[in-house]
């Protein structure tokens, strides 16, 4: 069984060459991915420990998100311009993102006071160094077997969910963060070198970031609809900008649902026999 048993994300502000918003993202990324080492050896470590560390990383994970919400909304509406450039070339957009801007450097700047990301970015690397002790060599198949399947499962339960008709955004948000556990629990048993389970791993990864991309696009309509403000005068960029934003996220949504019921067609346990048989060869 081929492991990769901690996140090689780096986090240490100090020396990573990348920009902020990079940074944030790959502390977020080692955030998510020590959480799935964590489910993956719940019943190992107990509930109590999991829940120690399930907590401190989610917590962290908070301390981040105002950072990234403010960048995505603007990488989000910078990928529909790039797309659709001649529709989005509107006053009314322009201005859209001359405040996206503003809003990310304003946040920059609150980050400097009571909330600080340095510090979460510590928490981060503390938590690597501790979870160290973690080592997936040290644990065969059978001990993983019940977080896997637990995961699996808990994800299997969100599609489900998801797939009924008017999903809330909260449903579909649910059912991503799931995805992504699956995704990053079976690229750390060595799901994308094992020929058994190479494609579940890749289609895991493909469908969370489907979910992702549908959940970005539902933060900037939020925010246009919250700040109309930020449009100018008049309602045309607003309605060109939603009408867009909608049907990128039909197809999003359509073709998240299609994976997922190509992830989820089997029960828990056949999963988790197919991905022992896998695995352990």
């Given amino acids: 069984m081929a492991t990769k048993t901690e996140p090689n994300e780096p986090t240490n502000s100090n020396s990573h060459p ?10 977020r990324k080692a955030i998510k991915r020590m959480r799935a080492l ?5 019943e190992e470590i107990g509930e109590q420990e999991f829940q120690r560390v399930d907590s401190r990383l989610r917590e962290s994970g908070r301390r981040l ?36 801007q503003t809003d990310r450097a304003r946040e920059g700047i609150a980050r400097n006071g009571a909330v600080s990301q340095r510090r979460a970015l510590e928490d981060v690397a503390d938590m690597r160094s501790e979870l160290t002790r ?55 048993l060595g799901g994308t070198k094992t020929k058994g389970t190479r494609r579940l791993t890749k289609r895991a990864q493909r469908l969370g970031d489907e979910l992702g991309e549908e959940h970005d696009l539902f933060m900037l309509s939020a925010y246009i609809e919250a700040h109309p ?10 309605k060109t900008l939603l009408k867009l934003i909608v ?31 896998a695995l352990s060869h």
């Fill in 18 to 27: 990348a920009g902020e918003a990079e940074l944030v993202h790959d502390a």
């Fill in 38 to 42: 964590a489910r993956l050896l719940r």
């Fill in 65 to 100: 998100a105002a950072s990234r919400d403010s960048e995505v909304r603007l990488a989000t509406l910078t990928r529909l311009r790039t797309h659709h450039p001649k529709a989005l070339a509107l006053p009314g957009v322009e201005r859209l993102q001359t405040q996206l």
């Fill in 134 to 188: 973690w080592n997936l060599l040290d644990h065969d198949f059978d001990a993983l077997a019940a977080g896997l399947e637990r995961i699996y499962r808990q994800g299997r339960q969100r599609y489900t969910r998801a797939k009924r008709k008017r999903a809330l955004p909260q449903d579909l948000h649910d059912w991503r963060k799931r995805v992504k556990a699956l995704y990053y629990a079976l690229d750390m």
């Fill in 229 to 238: 403000e930020a449009l100018g005068e008049g309602d045309e960029a607003a």
């Fill in 247 to 277: 049907r990128r996220r039909e197809r999003l949504l359509e073709r998240a649902l299609a994976d997922g019921a190509r992830l989820y067609a089997d029960s828990p346990a056949d999963f988790t026999r197919r991905a022992r048989h």
